[in-house]
């Protein structure tokens, strides 16, 4: 898998966006692009890209992907070369845009939106969440939903509703908010992680009741549930899983990140004569010594880590733990010892 | 009469895990776990105590002499050097 930026450009300004630093110019010391936007023939260069590493999949992120002034021109470019179009989204599409996605294949296209994206502080207005209601219907069995968990007492219920009033599909797909390496923005402390998890068993209870479960993106840990509630999440079929993998974010400015919360910190050339799996293998480099440790201090004694069932949490959040060595000793001789 | 002083290489960062301190030299991917001693020093060290109270509390610690506690913490202070987490600044007065 690859994700592609082809805009650096985003109308909200979700609080507890990682992609926010990387997007505003904090790039560490990755030049900012000059265009906001991918050009069609790096998106070809891209293409190629992804056709010799034989990834089938295209994963369109940004900033807001649908904002690319040539949004629908890269849709056909990527369905001609035969690739699933994945699509992360805030919902909230112009008209030319949701025509371009409602035009395309149920099997050819998903498109991720993310529900609570907004302009404001507090999340999604009532007027986000009818567009993105309309989204919805209109899209319908191409949507999956998504959530980003950025406090404990975070609400699903009016996602159930949702689901089968517009017959999007039956997931949803949860991440938790993790914080920017250096950055400023709003995330889900792993102290507040067991109560994140008691609040999502209930409801993934509720859904599985109804037909709808829940996948866990990157970031989760075992340890955020008890056995009991394991087993009650694997009853209602949700997709549980504990990893923090590098997909490989592709930037417009010809470097391959870790992931967003990483960008400025861990990413590498973007040498196009290699393959997806060779560049990610480099970044795993970079970041190996990091990756003994995780988001709590208990994890390197862990069994679940030990074992690889669970990588210990966000990296970004366990690199967020360490901190700078201060030694500066000075011995005079030996006289006085 | 010789001045040494060590001081962390660049980039070297640290974090106190439950099995010891993991010290981490991004640059070079390279880790290293310290343990027991080692990892009582190096927090003392991050703390900015002097050589000569590190040598006291040293000698408390492990029921040796001064001398010997200087002997040993200089010892350790160079296999950290050796493995790259400490660079050695030496001035000679005249």
Known sequence: MANLVISERCNLACSYCFASDYLDGHH????????PFIDLETFENWLDFLDRSNIDEIRLIGGEPSLHPHFQEILHRAMRRGKHILVFTHGLLSEGALASL????LD????????????????????ENARRRETLLRLGGRVQLGFTICQPDFSLDYLLPLILETGCQKSVRLGIAQPVLGGRNQYLHPKQYINAGRRLVGWAERAGREGVWLEFDCGFVRCMFS??????????GAGIAYRCNPILDIGLNEKALHCFPLAGTFHTELKLTLTAGELRAILVEKVRPYRLAGIYKECTICRYKQSGECMGGCLAATIRRFQPAKININIYGGEND | MKNKTYICSAGV???KNSDGILVVQGKKSQSYLLTGLESALWSWMNLSYSFPRLVSMLAELEGISRPAAGRRLRQILEDWRGKGILEEREIIHG
């Open chain 1, 28 to 35: 560490g010391d990755i030049a900012r692009h000059s265009s």
């Open chain 1, 102 to 105: 409602e035009a395309l294949p």
């Open chain 1, 108 to 127: 050819q296209v998903t498109v991720l939106v993310n529900m609570n994206a907004s302009r404001h502080l507090h999340g999604p207005s009532p007027k």
């Open chain 1, 227 to 236: 056995e009991t509630d394991l087993e009650r999440l694997r009853q209602a």
């Open chain 2, 13 to 15: 960062e640290w974090v």
